[in-house]
């Protein structure tokens, strides 16, 4: 450090980073002093630890002989980076190794530099790796400087900024570290001292920015000690006071924070916060202050320069929860909104951001800044991959919402989203998420339109019918469902749940079921009444749970569904009400819609046109069923593409030549000779099965040929085997279709 250093109590208002510095400066967790720092030779600036990322990369061991003073033995030393043996200044065995037990306290001649430096014993040296004896360069090597310091061994810097040799590296001054290398191991052969070279793949530090290979060098830095700091932040998890979600990121937390190491924060870059220092120009004072001071306090002197260095983005961003509602002062906003609740946020800040906030805010608060942190992945691309600007493989998000909408990404980014897992961007997800938008956007246009000249009032509940306690009992359940989800951070589940619930059971079932007593309002207005009724306070209810992942369209649509409600995003919350749950009617739909369904999918395997409508016959022992299916079954008969329906009492065998339908509630039963014309389909479907006897035929030759399962490529007879099983399934289906007509 150079110089004293003194503290000025400023009177004017202090900016809150520098009040913060001067709190911790005069705490004594902030000091100046010379230890190793991560050195990034390209942006020619230090690093956090957090900042360098590990990259594995193929390299060396490099086996050097370092001959021992006054023998004709010598060491056997392996290193990776052979350039930094330039600033070695001591070899290191272990105190248990007997091997070297004699050398302790005996020097070695480093090569090249022609110099002795010490044997010493340290347990920081791991006997079974390597030779059991290694180099230490306490100014490039963040545990050979601990290992310095133990011992009291001079550091030699060999490195300038850009990660050239300097003066210190003797006749490779000059050089750049890479051809430094290249020539030290071709003079090491030369002289006799290269023993063997190893490829060796390790894991080398990079900045996270700009990738290049981080330098550990020893530079006078300002640093924050992090032992006391590091206290609350752990206690705060074994407290349950702060939680991750998923859980196991807890863990994360807690092992960086128990195996911290004091905080590099200044930073020699243009743009931050200016370090509130400043330096005597005559005596070397440092003045630590929030403001500049008028002179130096001890010698007078009234030329004082600010420190040049900046500090980390970290160490500001780290103060946001408290900093942007008035503290230090006791202001309203910050009684009101400090702590906050939740953090959402990505795993690959949690020690850039998420754990300086934590420590802050208790050190400057006393309180966690926040109660739970909820941890998002990170959206790849279609193949897995970070999206880089290097790849090329980025998405530019005003592109996709020029394309699709804001609403069609941000349901894409939440659909399928679990936390703490990475995603994949497909512009696929985002067509389909734009096509449910449209989906929403159609379907109220449609209800809106019902409701142009019309006054509702609230039906009786007696004139519900059972599809409409079912699309509320269902919108009262998905209410319910979603809720709990979201309470447990299950966004992804929650939005399909009610995504869902709008296309299949809203759009596609009940506006369909309700359109029968919309359509005939004249002859029955309360009927119709009682549909737009529950269409629209079932629409503003799906709009409401929509409403947290697709804002635009959703509000878009209530201002005009609900004009007088006033904005949809201060709207209540749909709760859970339990006269609302109506299971008996779920139940019934649900077997409404097997037998739909089933009756669609044999007209579909039939290919009858859609315009064909049948009769269609209801065999059922459940009476309860045939009470609620009666009356609403005229809003049924478009969907089956039916022009009647008509009860077999259960002492009546179905007639013969009917295609049947078995679901819940009994057996749904469709007319043959009204689906198709017979005889065209008895031969449409002969000459189908002759087709699948010849390619089975064909197919079975090849599969029975010897020569053929020998010589083809695996994938054609995989291919083969495929096909002979998708025309006995095709076969089996034409005999079946076959046997019903005859």
């Known amino acids: 450090m150079t110089g004293s250093a003194s503290v000025s109590h400023s009177t004017k208002a202090a900016p809150r980073r520098g009040c913060v510095f001067l709190n911790l400066y005069k705490k004594g967790y902030i000091y100046r002093g010379k230890r190793i720092i991560n050195w990034c030779p390209k942006c020619k600036t230090s690093l956090s630890d957090a900042e360098v990322e590990h990259e594995e990369q193929t390299g060396h061991f490099w086996h050097i002989r370092y001959p021992i003073v006054g023998t004709d033995d010598a060491l056997e030393i392996a290193t990776t980076r052979p350039e930094t043996m330039l600033g070695d200044t001591a070899i290191a065995v272990h105190p248990d190794d007997e091997r070297y037990k004699d050398l302790v306290g005996k020097t070695v001649i480093l090569p090249l530099v022609n110099k002795e430096i010490p044997v010493v014993a340290d347990e920081y040296v791991d006997m079974e790796f390597g030779t059991g004896a290694v180099k230490i360069t306490p100014a490039h090597d963040p545990n050979d400087f601990e290992v310095g310091q133990r011992h009291n061994l001079e550091m030699v810097n060999i490195l300038n900024d850009d990660a050239t040799i300097n003066e210190n590296g003797g006749k490779y001054a000059g050089m750049d570290r890479y051809e430094a290398r290249e020539q030290i191991v071709k003079d090491l052969e030369e002289g006799g001292y290269l023993v063997k070279v190893k490829e060796h793949i390790h894991a080398v530090g990079t900045h996270d920015r700009c990738h290049t290979t981080?330098?550990?060098?020893?530079?006078?830095?300002?640093?924050?000690?992090?032992?006391?700091?590091?206290?609350?932040?752990?206690?705060?998890?074994?407290k349950g006071e702060l939680r991750f979600v998923p859980e196991r990121f807890n863990k994360t937390y807690l092992h960086w924070l128990e195996n911290i190491h004091d905080w590099c924060i200044s930073r020699q870059i243009w743009w931050g916060h200016r370090i509130p220092a400043y330096y005597c120009d005559e005596c070397g004072e440092v003045?630590?202050?929030?403001?500049?001071?008028d002179k130096c306090p001890k010698c007078g002197c009234t030329h004082l320069t600010q420190d040049e260095d900046t500090l980390d983005t970290w160490f500001s961003s780290a103060l946001w929860p408290f900093s942007t509602l008035g503290w230090p002062e006791e202001t309203e906003d910050l009684k009101k909104f400090y702590p906050t609740s939740v953090l959402v946020t990505g795993y690959d800040i949690i020690f850039f951001w998420v754990v300086r906030m934590v420590f802050s805010g208790y050190e400057h608060t006393g309180k966690s800044p926040f109660h739970t942190v909820l941890i998002h992945g990170l959206v790849r691309d279609s193949l897995g991959r970070k999206m880089s600007k290097s790849l090329g493989n980025g998405i530019d998000p005003l592109e996709v919402i020029d394309q699709y909408g804001a609403d069609a990404l941000r349901l894409t980014l939440v659909t399928g989203n679990a936390p703490g897992n990475d995603m994949r961007y497909y512009n696929e997800r985002v067509e389909a998420s734009r096509n449910f938008a449209n989906k929403m956007w159609n379907a109220s246009r449609f209800i809106l339109m019902n409701l142009d000249d019309v006054t509702l009032h609230e039906p009786d509940p007696s004139d519900l019918t059972p599809a409409d306690r079912w699309i509320i009992s269902r919108a009262n359940t998905v209410a319910k469902d979603m809720t709990e989800n979201m309470d447990k951070y299950e966004l992804g589940i929650a939005v399909q749940k009610v995504h869902d619930f709008i296309w299949d059971e809203f759009c596609d079932w009940y506006i369909e079921i309700a359109k029968y007593r919309i359509y005939n309002k004249d002859t029955d207005p309360?009927?119709?009444?009682?549909?737009?009724?529950?269409?629209?306070?079932?629409?503003k209810n799906a709009l409401k749970l929509m409403h947290p992942f697709m804002p635009f369209v959703t509000e878009e649509i209530y201002s005009v569904l609900a004009p007088d409600d006033g904005f949809l995003m201060k709207a209540a919350w749909p709760v859970y009400q339990e006269e609302k749950n109506c299971p008996a009617d779920e139940k019934f739909m649900t077997q409404v819609m097997e037998m739909v369904r089933g009756i669609r999918a044999v007209r579909n395997n039939m290919d009858v046109p859609p315009a064909r409508k049948t009769r269609v016959y209801i065999q059922t022992g459940d009476e309860d069923f045939w009470t609620d299916l009666e009356p609403m079954s005229s809003s049924l008969l478009p969907l089956m593409r039916g022009h009647d329906v008509v009860r077999l009492t259960e002492d009546k065998e179905a007639a013969e030549g009917m295609v049947s339908i078995v679901f819940g509630a009994g057996t749904a039963f469709l007319p043959l000779d009204e689906l198709v014309d017979k005889q065209a389909e008895i031969e449409r479907l002969t000459k189908e099965r002759e087709r699948l006897e010849k390619e089975l035929k064909r197919s079975a030759g090849m599969l029975n040929n010897?020569?053929?399962?020998?010589?083809?490529?695996?994938a054609k007879v995989r291919e083969e085997k495929e096909k002979q099983i998708r025309y006995q399934e095709m076969m089996a289906q034409v005999e079946k279709q076959l046997a019903d007509l005859m």
């Open 214 to 238: 981080v330098e550990p060098m020893v530079k006078e830095q300002w640093f924050v000690r992090m032992d006391e700091l590091a206290k609350p932040a752990i206690a705060a998890i074994e």
């Open 287 to 293: 003045v630590v202050s929030a403001q500049k001071p």
């Open 526 to 539: 309360k009927a119709a009444n009682c549909a737009l009724w529950v269409l629209r306070e079932t629409l």
């Open 706 to 714: 010897e020569r053929f399962l020998s010589k083809a490529p695996e």
